[in-house]
């Protein structure tokens, strides 16, 4: 505190004398001392957003209002961007702006309140998630048609689960169903939720679909699936995911995340899995038609069997057939042949006359060649048949020489004569001092009988030797 | 082990669709008598395969709970009224 050059008045009076900037100053300091960080409600208006990056608003209520600023760096840490008219809480502290001598909360905190401002936060979130791709049709995974472990995530007070269960157990008892039991509103909620979806992913082996829902409540109530943090567990979850959030009409971002939509958890029983009772009717049409098609194909195959089987025979009447037939030709195809071989022989020699009689000089060459390529071919036949009747002539002499008595001769047997030229056939026919010729293989003795070493008959006749 | 099993049996909706291809190429009728026959043994197997699916399993409904150390564990689920897991208050 200066004493400054005062005036008369001043000098008389000797208060306490600030400058403009001192005044402020003090003003700063009561401020940020006594008043310091406070948590304050109040209505969005006429948000500004300069290039220096900062957001400056104004808060305010029926009666008052009062200058709020949230610097850059805090605004990067904000979801939720204030629009006009919003109700907020806002959690920051009281300074003044020393230059234009205005006092400011500047904000650290801001988040929506009421349903106002919840809806702006949802649609703040829907559409920076759709744009990031979450909401993709082609990112939704396809449900297994007929899962056999399924994981739901509720709370298990209230009634969804139990209707969700007695559904699934009305349609197809024989599903193995896994309850996660999580808080599904309040500030835990997102995060149980979403570790839930972490903790069923890791299992081994996974379950083949994930139910994630709670029966319906306000906005408020089901405020913990409009997240983030449960949107983009949602949306990282390998195993397909079924929302069931709350009553037909709400749509969370829960529901544009997951692979599909129920509107509610007993809807989602009922999409989760057709009853059995309709499987087993389309199985049975299946079999049926499998049947009848295969009858259709069978009968169509024994008719043509059948047609085709009338125009045969029985195989033993046909082998028959075949053998009279064939009898027949086997004569008349050898008498066809010899009687072909001795015209084609007869109509060579004709043409070959004919030829030799007729035919110009130029041709003569070529035709002579033919004939007596055609001439050497008969003489080959005939060469042919020759030899082979030669061969048969040889071996018939053959045969007869063997019989000759000559040949008996050869192989060591001789021929006895007597005076008369008789042949001796038995040792009655000669006396001993007859005079005989013995005719050998080779050669010819004259021999006189000695003695008889052995008899027989006078005369040769037939009698036994 | 539960693990292999799976990766061992082909999914319901495949060995369903199996099955309409082979009644829809029976009822083309193009079919030699010989595979007309192979294809109606194979339709007869995966459809007895399918009603198996379909009838047997018996039905489990369990509790997820963590241990103490972390670790998921499973509990039979009790209906609420037969007063066995749940405590008063509501939570979960």
């Known amino acids: 505190m200066e004493r400054t050059a005062a005036s008369p008045e001043a000098q008389r009076a000797s208060p306490m004398v600030f400058t403009v900037s001192q005044l402020t100053g003090r003003i700063r300091d009561l401020l940020e001392r006594e008043v310091g960080s406070v948590w304050v409600e109040g209505e969005v208006s006429r948000p500004v957003l300069p290039a220096s990056g900062h957001l400056y608003l104004t808060l305010k209520d ?328 030669r061969a048969r002539a040889g071996a018939l002499a053959e045969r007869l020489a063997g019989l000759s008595p000559l040949a008996v001769l050869s192989r060591g047997y001789s021929l006895t004569q007597r005076a008369d030229g008789r042949v001796v056939r038995s040792a009655g026919m000669v006396e001993p001092g007859d005079r005989v010729r013995v005719r050998l293989g080779r050669g010819e003795l004259g021999c006189l009988v000695e003695e008889v070493l052995a008899g027989g008959p006078p005369e040769g006749g037939s009698g036994p030797s | 082990m539960a693990k292999r099993e799976a990766k061992k049996e082909e999914r319901f909706e495949v060995l369903l669709t199996r099955l309409e291809e082979l009644v829809a190429k029976l009822e083309d009728g193009d079919l030699e008598l010989e595979e007309a026959l192979a294809a109606f043994e194979q339709g007869v197997a995966l459809s007895r395969q399918l009603n198996q699916r379909l009838t047997q399993a018996q039905e489990k409904v369990e509790l997820l709970l963590k241990n103490s150390r972390g670790e998921l564990e499973t509990s039979p689920l009790a209906e609420p009224g037969t007063g066995a897991k749940e405590d008063g208050d509501g939570s979960f």
């Open chain 1, 62 to 389: 029926s009666a008052s209002q009062i200058k709020a600023v949230i610097f850059k760096n805090r605004l990067r840490y904000l979801a939720f961007r204030p629009e006009d008219g919003v109700q907020v809480l806002a959690f920051g502290r009281l300074t003044v702006y020393e230059p234009r001598g205005e006092y400011q909360l500047v904000v650290d905190h801001l988040e929506p309140l009421g349903t106002g401002a919840l809806a702006l936060a949802f649609e703040q979130l829907k559409k920076k998630l759709a744009a990031e791709g979450l909401f993709d049709q082609d990112r939704k995974k396809p449900l297994p048609v007929l899962p056999r472990r399924v994981a739901v995530v509720t709370s298990t007070s209230g009634a969804a689960l139990w209707d969700f269960l007695k559904i699934i157990h009305r349609r197809h008892p024989g599903l193995h169903i896994l309850v996660y039991p999580v808080l599904v509103q309040g500030e835990a909620a997102p995060g149980m939720i979403s570790q839930a979806l972490l903790d069923l992913n890791r299992l081994d082996p996974p379950p083949e679909v994930i139910v994630v829902g709670r029966g319906g409540g306000s906005l408020e109530d089901l405020w913990a699936f409009n997240t983030e943090v449960v949107a983009r567990a949602i949306a990282g979850s390998k195993v397909p995911v079924i929302s069931a959030v709350g009553h037909e009409v709400d749509y969370t971002i829960a529901d544009f995340t997951a692979d599909l939509r129920a509107s509610t958890p007993s809807a989602a029983a009922e999409l989760l899995i057709r009853p059995r009772e309709e499987w087993l009717a389309e199985l049975e049409g299946l079999s049926s038609r499998l049947s009848q098609a295969l009858g259709a194909g069978l009968a169509s195959w024994r008719a043509r069997a059948q047609g085709a089987s009338k125009r045969l025979l029985d195989p033993r009447r046909m082998i028959e057939r075949w053998l009279v037939r064939t009898a027949g030709d086997t004569d008349r195809l050898g008498l066809a042949v010899e009687r072909t071989y001795a015209l084609s022989l007869a109509r060579t020699r004709a043409a070959a006359g004919r030829l030799t009689a007729q035919s110009p000089d130029r041709r003569m060459g070529h035709l002579r060649e033919r004939l007596s390529r055609l001439e050497r071919g008969l003489a080959l036949c005939l060469a042919g048949r020759l030899e082979g009747e």
